[in-house]
């Protein structure tokens, strides 16, 4: 049985750093991403990781900025029967000599690639962690993807197959929460001048 090997790895040119594993693919090695993003993928389990920095949201309040955040998402990938899961309260962390607000929310939602009708929906596991770095005015978003049911006409049933996909464990990889829970907890600032302040 294989190991999930998880190192620290850069983000925005090394301006931040988290720790996930290595078989998370860099996107931007295959298509463009934007400035703000930095996405990774498992297409082999067609899993992904994205951190996205935003504009801070002020009348967003802290207490519900994940789910929030979560919702948003799903209007934005017009996602059908959208269902909140779990929401965490608000937790402050230090990130460096700062402290960060940080919020988590849980849902399930059924997304179509991007080339791909409503017919090839997969329905999929979103989490969504939102660290509110107000000193530098960023809404920090970690999103992870995994997928709970593979519909037969999606374009990654090809690779990962149709239906219900191994659960991880069995396959030797660290669970989709476990990875989430890592990079969210290993998020690292190295350089505060990438917000320009």
Not at 27 to 37: A, E, F, G, L, Y
Not at 40 to 50: A, G, N, T, Y
Request: charged share 20%; with cysteine.
């Amino acid at each position: 049985m294989t190991e999930d090997i998880c190192t620290d790895r850069p983000l925005y040119g090394g301006s931040i750093s988290s720790t996930f594993p290595v078989r998370f693919q860099d996107v931007s090695n295959i298509r463009q991403v934007p400035d703000h993003q930095e996405a990774f993928v498992d297409p082999s389990r067609d899993e992904s990781l994205i951190f996205e920095l935003l504009d801070l949201k002020p009348d967003v309040s802290d207490n519900g900025s994940a789910v929030w955040f979560l919702q948003d998402l799903a209007n934005e990938q017009d996602a059908q029967g959208f269902t909140l899961v779990e929401q965490s309260g608000v937790v402050e962390v230090p990130i460096g000599n700062v402290s960060v607000v940080v919020t988590t929310a849980i849902g399930q939602m059924g997304i179509s690639k991007v080339r791909q009708g409503r017919e090839a929906q997969n329905v999929v596991q979103v989490y969504l962690a939102n660290l509110r770095l107000k000193n530098v005015g960023t809404d920090v978003l970690v999103v992870a993807y995994e997928p709970i049911l593979i519909s037969p006409l999606s374009e990654s049933a090809a690779t990962v197959g149709a239906g219900l996909p191994a659960p991880a464990a069995q396959s030797g990889f660290l669970p989709m929460a476990e990875v989430f829970k890592l990079a969210v907890s290993n998020f690292k600032v190295n350089d505060w001048n990438l917000f320009g302040n």
